[in-house]
């Protein structure tokens, strides 16, 4: 069982940054699969990105296009805790950002249906 809990979030101008993180509790946090997901008003969730520990000890980093260059996600197990660190922020990414844990094969970390867990949310708004 993981319980996660996100913060970070506000109200921020275009071309401002925010740094959301996710703090988790549970066992094993190091080998999850952590996702980043958001939910604007009448759109349906997202994928933002991800970060997927190998058994080579390397984690790795997912992005959706339209965050890339844009969006950076980290994390520190010793912590338990995975952040997303979010520059030159747009109108269009206002949303309510949800962190997930699951563990996620390469090819579908973007898919909703690859994480188990899931926080409440944290709101983001960018305002022009």
């Known amino acids: 069982q993981v319980q996660l809990v996100e913060s970070g979030g506000g109200l921020v101008q275009a071309g401002g940054s925010l740094r959301l993180s996710c703090a988790a509790s549970g066992r094993a946090f190091s080998t999850y699969s952590i996702g980043w997901f958001r939910q604007a008003p009448g759109k349906e969730r997202e994928f933002v990105a991800a970060?997927?520990?190998?058994?080579?000890?390397?984690?790795?980093?997912y992005y959706a296009d339209f965050v890339k260059g844009r969006f950076t996600i980290s994390r520190d197990n010793a912590k338990n805790t995975v952040f997303l660190q979010m520059n030159s922020l747009k109108p269009e990414d206002t949303a309510v950002y949800y962190c997930?844990?699951?563990?996620?094969?390469?090819?579908?970390?973007?898919?909703?249906?690859?994480?188990?867990?899931w926080g409440q949310g944290t709101q983001v708004t960018v305002s022009s």
């Open positions: 997930t844990a699951g563990f996620a094969a390469p090819s579908l970390i973007s898919k909703i249906g690859s994480y188990d867990y």
């Open positions: 970060i997927r520990w190998s058994t080579s000890n390397i984690n790795y980093a």
